[in-house]
């Protein structure tokens, strides 16, 4: 398993606060089946903004410090990026993409999508990158209309959903919603965005979840092998799953049954 969003660098954003707690949960995460982590640490100009060399410092002491204490997890550098105007600027600049991808993870407004999102989201398309929205079942926008989540793939936005959130840790309706977007195929990954105050056996529950509800395939797709084309560059399809409706069946008239 490959877990694409998580703040466990300690000291850079409102992730882990203490280099022990962070070992101590990528232990957890190494015993429950996780191979691969990206740390994206939050980027928000004016709250969490700072400069690509103290990130990778802060990475490195991380790296240097699992290797010591045993860890083998494989981890990838990674931001999650506020989008804001001009971000695209502050992407190239200091490379914040994930790992050596052109993929970045973005956020924006809980309470809703702004009117300028698709504006700030349509200069970094131009420049090559490929947006992932984090945790879109939390948006009230989506909430009051999942199938928002399926405009933004049609316009070459994918989709990441949290864990917690299919085990109702953010409450029933962020739950359902976050159950609308796997079941329609309108996700694509999903990940801890782990901030080091729980226990990471969610993100082993929510496999499961996936698993028994939908199946292994999905699971599988959702949490490695969609993960692992960010890992490798490649593109991953916007569209992945077909849905089949129930064909309605209206009655004939009378004319029609005795013409056939």
């Not at 309108?186 to 990471?200: E, N, P, Q």
Request: proline share 3%; with cysteine.
């Amino acid at each position: 398993m490959i877990d694409i969003h998580s703040h466990i660098i300690p000291n850079i954003d409102d992730g882990s606060q203490d280099l022990d707690q962070s070992l101590e949960q990528l232990k957890s995460m190494e015993a429950g089946g996780m191979q691969e982590v990206f740390l994206t640490s939050h980027y928000f100009r004016g709250h969490y903004h700072y400069s690509r060399a103290e990130y990778d410092a802060k990475k490195d002491a991380l790296t240097q410090a699992a290797r010591e204490a045993g860890i083998g997890l494989k981890l990838h550098s990674g931001f999650e990026i506020f989008i804001q105007p001009g971000i695209v600027e502050d992407i190239r600049e200091k490379q914040l993409t994930m790992g050596d991808s052109t993929y970045v993870l973005v956020e924006s407004e809980l309470n809703g999508l702004p009117t300028d999102f698709y504006d700030n989201i349509y200069p970094l398309l131009r420049a090559g990158y490929r947006p992932i929205l984090a945790h879109a079942e939390r948006y009230v926008s989506i909430m009051k209309k999942p199938a928002r989540a399926r405009e933004l793939n049609d316009r070459n936005i994918y989709v990441q959903t949290n864990a917690g959130a299919l085990v109702g840790l953010y409450g029933e309706k962020v739950r359902q919603t976050a159950w609308t977007l796997i079941e329609n195929g309108w996700t694509h990954f999903v990940a801890s965005d782990d901030h080091v105050r729980g226990d990471y056996r969610v993100m082993f529950e929510a496999y499961q979840l996936i698993a028994q509800r939908i199946d292994e395939h999905t699971a599988k797709l959702l949490c490695n092998d969609f993960p692992a084309m960010i890992c490798s560059g490649e593109k991953i399809p916007y569209s992945y799953v077909l849905v089949r409706r129930p064909r309605k069946h209206h009655r004939k008239s009378w004319l029609r049954r005795v013409l056939g």
